[in-house]
């Protein structure tokens, strides 16, 4: 049985496995010396390729995972650890796990620590939300939190704005109970 498919056919495997081993070489050096930094270039370029290929190889998906950590690291390291988010820090998690960055990583860490702590928060705010009677003791007590703690923008505001009412109807009070003198 011979045709004009089992040539291309022979010749996308041969392709295929120039493929596997360029990729497998690739890996292991930048496995060796710990950093896909100087193998970026390289990388992306063979992406291309096994991409192009349109065969699926664990070691394109390994590539693309070392094509995706690189800006993903550069957006980590630049990140302003008193400005962001909650959902910012639920996003940047996701694109970690998406890329396989390693759960060790420093910045997996450190987002995993922020997701905690600005979860904590969270719940904090929402159970304090609920109470149909809130003090203004229980509302003061996030604005006293550390800055570097995520936060859901939504929700401080509608502390503020609570906070805020609280505050204007004890003056009001106060001022019932103490009228001024005339």
Not at 2 to 26: V, Y
Request: aromatic residues 4%.
């Amino acid at each position: 049985f011979d045709c004009p498919e089992i040539g291309q056919l022979r010749n996308l495997a041969t392709l295929a496995e120039d493929f596997k081993k360029k990729a497998g070489d690739l890996l292991k050096t930048i496995e060796e010396k710990g950093d896909s930094s100087p193998h970026l270039q390289d990388c992306e370029a063979l992406l291309a390729h096994g991409s192009s290929l349109n065969v699926h190889r664990e070691e394109v998906y390994k590539i693309e995972n070392i094509v995706l950590q690189s800006p993903l690291l550069m957006d980590l390291a630049e990140i302003d650890e008193r400005a962001i988010t909650l959902e910012e820090i639920r996003h940047l998690l996701q694109r970690a796990k998406a890329c396989d960055l390693p759960s060790d990583n420093q910045f997996m860490k450190l987002l995993q620590t922020k997701l905690q702590a600005g979860t904590d928060w969270d719940e904090k705010a929402t159970n304090v939300l609920m109470k149909p009677n809130k003090t203004i003791e229980e509302l003061n007590q996030f604005f006293d939190v550390d800055q570097s703690v995520p936060v859901d923008p939504a929700v401080l505001n509608r502390i503020q704005i609570i906070r805020a009412r609280a505050l204007e109807l004890e003056r009001q009070a106060k001022a019932w109970l103490t009228p001024e003198p005339g």
